[in-house]
């Protein structure tokens, strides 16, 4: 049983940034693919980014590409999503999940089957 934890969230004004890590909650290698999801309230759980876990190729929602970062570094086990130009709609809970294969970057959630328990992002107006 893998646990994802999530850290980095707040509270933020439109236009600043944050970074979110996610790493295991005990220290394993892991070559699957990363994701971030998050949900805001009244809102299907929705795909933000990806990153493979065998050549770091990544998949972004088109509502943050240009603005949002995945990356990861291997020898900590740890996933990153730098956010930056946030805005009111970036608002909802984070959550971190870990892909069934090395190389599954799409955004269909049944396709995760590791996730955390979510870091509260709040972007002021």
């Known amino acids: 049983q893998v646990q994802l934890v999530e850290s980095g969230g707040g509270l933020v004004q439109a236009g600043g940034s944050l970074r979110l890590s996610c790493a295991p909650s005990?220290?394993?290698?892991?070559?699957?693919?990363m994701a971030w999801f998050r949900q805001a309230p009244g809102v299907e759980r929705e795909f933000v980014a990806a990153?493979?876990?065998?050549?770091?190729?990544?998949n972004a929602a088109d509502s943050v590409k240009g603005r949002f970062t995945i990356s990861r570094d291997n020898a900590k086990s740890t996933v990153y999503l730098q956010m930056d130009s946030l805005k009111p709609e970036d608002t909802a809970v984070y959550y971190c999940?870990?892909?069934?294969?090395?190389?599954?970057?799409?955004?269909?959630?049944?396709?995760?089957?590791?996730w955390g328990q979510g870091t509260q992002v709040t972007v002021s107006s």
């Open positions: 005990a220290r394993t290698y892991t070559n699957r693919a």
């Open positions: 999940a870990q892909s069934i294969s090395s190389d599954y970057i799409g955004s269909n959630s049944i396709n995760y089957n590791y």
């Open positions: 990153i493979s876990g065998s050549d770091s190729s990544t």
